[in-house]
């Protein structure tokens, strides 16, 4: 007989790794936020980012987070139809209080930069980090398993059981909150990885960044709302994955960089000069600790996807056991497939 591990042990699990990995970023952000800074030479002149850099990894933030919401969104909708087609409404109505809900975010996280501007220097840092690790978080296979797996069948489930209920006012609510999750988690993601951006750029070349990523998310919506569930799902999300791998290793460059300015990482320059432009674009600098990090960033991306798929596909075939299946698109109810 096979043995299941109880649902409920199960998230008491899940909570206590996620407290343990909030408690050592907050541990992490407080003595950085503490910490002596060296002395930074004056006439040392930091290579600027450009602006289209700028530009593009605002609006490829925007654009991955916007396309997940939008797959999970219609994931979520596409068995509203028939005599549940006017359920639908509360659901958009939940979805659009979770859009004004990242956009109120936004000015949130900026009052409370503004209260932490004496930190100077460190702030830059700090946001650059927790960004970093967020981005790290979001982009591991592990993680993005248990998202499909996972987060999108919550919302399939909550659905259903929705859908079961008598129409009212605890199905109504229900409806606009299952709306709300579906959008305000990847809100919240844009508005705490766009911070560093905006703290080193200014708000508008960032905000240029966003309505580009907004235009492009909102021309994928259309199409996905029409072609409902033929879109390649999964080849979609690779393919932002790797641009936003990019932007990781781009936003680690800089973060290095003000570490180095700070006096919290050594300087040790490379026998070769990297070309000023790719300094403007990439982040990539002559020195052996931004590149380092850099490289770091990237293997340990690309590591864990080969680890999961070790883990989930060829350890289980070793055994004789049946492995876990790519998604090529959200999990479907047998209900939706009626």
């Given amino acids: 007989m096979e043995r299941t ?9 899940r909570v206590a790794v996620w407290a343990a990995i909030m408690a050592v970023l907050a541990g992490a952000v407080y003595l950085m936020a503490t910490a002596k800074t060296g002395p930074v030479d ?5 290579a600027p980012e450009s602006r289209a850099t700028v530009v593009f990894n605002a609006g490829m933030i925007v654009f991955r987070e916007g396309l997940e919401a939008v797959l999970i969104f219609a994931a979520v909708t596409a068995s509203f139809v028939g005599a549940n087609t006017s359920r639908k409404r509360p659901v958009v109505a939940g979805a659009a209080v979770a859009f004004g809900a990242a956009v109120a975010t936004w000015f949130v996280v900026q009052a409370l930069l503004d209260v932490a501007s004496p930190l100077g220097p460190r702030l830059e840092a700090i946001t650059g980090f927790v960004a970093i690790v967020v981005l790290l978080i979001v982009l591991n296979w592990f ?3 248990v998202y499909w797996t996972g987060w999108i069948a919550r919302h399939h489930r909550q659905r259903r059981k929705l859908l079961g209920m008598q129409v009212g006012l605890s199905a109504t609510l229900g409806l606009v909150a299952l709306g709300f999750t579906c959008v305000y988690r990847e809100g919240f993601e844009v508005v705490l990885f766009l911070q560093n951006l905006q ?7 960032v905000l240029e960044g966003v309505a580009f990523g907004l235009a492009a998310t909102a021309a994928v919506g259309l199409v996905t709302f029409a072609l409902q569930r033929r879109l390649p799902y999964r080849r979609m999300l690779v393919a932002t994955g790797v641009f936003i791998g990019v932007v990781l290793v781009v936003m680690i460059g800089g973060t290095a960089l003000s570490f180095q300015d700070l006096g919290w990482l050594p300087r040790h320059a490379t026998p070769f000069t990297l070309p000023v432009w790719m300094g403007s674009w990439f982040e990539m600098y002559s020195t052996w600790e931004t590149l380092g990090a ?3 960033a990237a293997a340990f991306v690309i590591g864990s996807y080969y680890a999961a798929e070790r883990i989930r596909v060829r350890r289980p075939l070793a055994r004789g056991e049946q492995p876990a299946q790519r998604a090529e698109r959200p999990p479907q109810l047998a209900s939706d497939a009626a």
Avoid at 5 to 13: A, E, I, K, N, W
Avoid at 42 to 46: A, D, G, I, L, Q
């Fill in 199 to 205: 703290l080193r750029f200014g708000t508008g070349v």
């Fill in 5 to 13: 591990v109880p649902q409920r042990s199960t998230d008491h699990r």
């Fill in 143 to 145: 993680v993005h398993k």
């Fill in 294 to 296: 850099q490289v770091l």
């Fill in 42 to 46: 004056p006439t040392e002149v930091r």
